[in-house]
């Protein structure tokens, strides 16, 4: 039994389609699969070079997810985060609704959880626990990197990013792969181009 922590912003379609990859991969291998929250607005704060666009949805829109999904996994645990990200993600990537504190509302309501969790995502009330997950999943791997970040043992890697999301045996001939490379602990990257967007389907 192999376990995978799993680091994501609900912000991210990239972490999006590989979380989806790594849902198929539990069907296919013996894998436990465990959610964990990162943010994608402390990895990059104080960060002047980006974008001012980006920069705006650092400091607004990527905190109500993050913070929304850190406050379900704190009361409920791992089974209600995976599927309160699922839900969310879902509202967020596919279907395109709005990086807003009624879109976390509505996907909180989907899977029956408090709604009021809602609205706790413009503040900072969650902070400290956020950023002890983000710092977890993010300090093995280090900085120069974004989510989604895996860790199979004690090795950590950003990645893989993938679209579209393979399924079925496709999905753990992948994750095969991956284990083989994490197995070594001198490997480090891996990388082309990206040709397409994240391919939701």
């Known amino acids: ?28 291998r013996d894998v436990t699969l465990k959610f964990h929250v990162m943010s994608l607005a402390v990895l990059n704060e104080g960060r002047e070079e980006l974008p001012a ?3 705006q949805r650092m ?14 996994e704190q009361r409920y645990g ?3 985060l995976s599927d309160f990200y699922t839900a969310l993600g879902t509202r967020y990537h596919p279907l395109k609704e709005p990086r807003e504190p009624e879109t976390v509302r509505a996907a909180l309501a989907q899977v029956g959880l408090d709604e009021t969790i809602a609205d706790g995502c413009t503040k900072t009330d969650w902070d400290e626990a956020l950023r002890v997950s983000h710092h977890e999943g993010m300090d093995p791997v280090g900085m120069d990197v974004g989510t989604p970040v895996i860790r199979i043992g004690e090795m950590s890697i950003f990645g893989p990013v993938i679209s579209p999301a393979p399924k079925g045996e496709e999905a753990g001939k992948l994750f095969d792969g991956v284990l083989g490379v994490m197995a070594y602990p001198g490997f480090f990257e891996l990388k082309r181009t990206r040709t397409v967007g994240p391919i939701f389907d």
Do not use: H, N
């Not at 192999?2 to 198929?24: G, I």
């Not at 400091?59 to 379900?72: N, P």
């Open 1 to 28: 039994m192999q376990t995978v922590d799993f680091w994501f912003d609900p912000y991210c379609p990239w972490a999006w389609m590989t979380s989806r990859w790594m849902l198929e991969v539990v069907k296919v």
């Open 53 to 55: 666009d980006y920069k």
């Open 59 to 72: 400091a607004t829109q990527a905190w109500y997810g993050a913070r929304a999904a850190i406050a379900v």
């Open 78 to 80: 791992q089974e209600k």
